[in-house]
């Protein structure tokens, strides 16, 4: 299973990106999807994330500036940024929890990671 990301970019502060993040290869199915995000000099936390029925959640510091949703045809996961600030800088990875067979175990899958540079 691979996860292929993209989106990120340099923007100024009160600007917007979308990122988009699709799974591919042998996968089964897809439980919840989501991205997290790490700062230079700081753990990787959960920005946001959903689930298969359409649930979602945030962290605080996003809530009212992004939105998350998922196109479950395509295995594809996007993030909607909009009203960037400096403190959203960081690389942003996607997640998947999902599972290669009927039978198998779900487990996490990650991308990349792509660049989000938001200037003053």
């Known amino acids: 299973v691979q996860l292929q990301a993209s989106g990120g970019g340099l923007v100024q502060a009160g600007g917007s990106l979308r990122l988009s993040c699709t799974a591919s290869g042998n996968i089964f199915s897809i439980n919840d999807m989501g991205w997290y995000r790490q700062a230079p000099g700081k753990q990787r936390e959960l920005v946001a994330v959903?689930?298969?029925?359409?649930?979602?959640d945030y962290t605080d510091s996003v809530k009212g500036r992004f939105t998350i949703s998922r196109d479950n045809a395509k295995n594809t996961v996007y993030l909607q940024m909009n009203s960037l600030k400096p403190e959203d800088t960081a690389v942003y990875y996607c997640n998947i929890r999902g599972r290669r067979t009927m039978l198998a175990s779900s487990r996490d899958y990650w991308g990349q990671g792509t660049q989000v540079t938001v200037s003053s």
């Open positions: 959903i689930g298969r029925g359409g649930l979602t």
